[in-house]
């Protein structure tokens, strides 16, 4: 069927809407196809195909990397899945999820393949009146605000028992921790804790979007980590890599605060404080604690296995930690993805699903080691468990003089015998860090 298609615009380059992004757009005369849902105002894919987007015609940098995302392959990554259904569709699809028309559109009102996969028009909303006459002014732009009641934005899509990323992040530090009311309208602490700052002061992000203007603050939105238009060389779209060992990896980035005295003086209106953020600091160890004037060490022997080589993505090994959990006739409960970025969180003693343990009820409060054995790094999560505990337990005893350094470490070697696994059981071996001890070993 040949649809109808619309003229074009003049030729002519221009560099951004008034200052508001550095693309480089290029009206061409080219047509446009008038809109299959001509009530909202959907145009979708100019051609099928090749996946051209009527809205890719002008903006060409960014048709060229979205074409390399997920969202691109949305549609024939659902059809390929074995459990596609309708309900699947319209967010693989442009529809009224995801942006603001707040009524079924898109594909859930004319189901024309022009509208399959995740376009540009699911987060920015209809196109077509600004294709007809391109001003800043009647640019569509997207909304970096989320939250699990609303459809426009990430939370559209991103949530329930097979994406429950906004369902997880709503619960975190990054989406309800206490110091925000404090921190995000802190011109000193903005940059880490308020969303539209952290965009433009850690990643240089200049582009336009709903909220940019307004005064509401946002919390660390999915867009502050995540690049929507894919214009990244690292894993799922985000903005810096999670596997390089210095305050450049993408959550060492704020997670650097101040690792080392001095901490400051309180006074009337300012407290002193301590080490500040100082997380990633410490996993690479850099510029982190006190150590005495003079005091020489050997440094490759003080070394955190977290922050060794072996383990390649640092923070996000333990704290983004993907995890299928199923009842126990093997039904999909949930596909936790790790977005209350808790290392070892709270588990509801009903289904085994994380949750928050600043929250959790007192019935809800083992904690899940599934991410320290799915690494690779522990044995089985029995083990992390035994591990942390021992710890704790060592930190809480007197010291033991009349022990000599021997026997002490034989004691950990036999507690550690007694925690190995099962005979017929077999455990991955012990990978290697920098000093030469097992992954696994816990103390």
Known sequence: MRRPRVAGAVVIAVLGFAA?????????????NAPQDAANGFLGYFTVSDKQTNCGNCHVSLQASWKGTKHAQAWADLQASGHAQASCNGCHSVSQLGNGVGHPAGYNLVADVSYQDVQCESCHGPGFTHAQNPLATNAPLASIHVDTALANGCGGCHTGTHEPFVDQWVGSAHGSGPGFADAAGNASCAPCHEGKTALAVKFGVVTNYAE?????????VCV??????????????LRASVSQPTIDNLCIKCHSRKGTPPWGVASGTSPARGAHGAQGLLVIGQNVGWIPPNFTYDTNQIVSSHGSTANARLCATCHVAFTTITDANGVLVENSVGHLFEAIPCTKASNGVPVPC?????????RSFVACSSSGCHGTA????????????TARQPARPDLGRYEQERGHRLNRARFAAPVGRTS???RSDRRGHGRDQLW
């Open 212 to 220: 940019k203007s307004g005064t509401t603050l946002q919390r660390i």
């Open 428 to 430: 991955p071996a012990p």
């Open 224 to 237: 502050v980590c995540h690049d929507p238009h894919g214009a990244s060389p690292y894993e799922g779209q």
């Open 20 to 32: 508001c992004t550095t693309e480089k757009i290029q009206y061409i005369v080219r047509p446009f």
């Open 358 to 366: 600043a929250t959790a009820a007192p019935a809800d409060t083992v």
């Open 382 to 393: 029995a083990v992390a468990r035994f591990g942390l505990s021992h710890v704790q337990g």
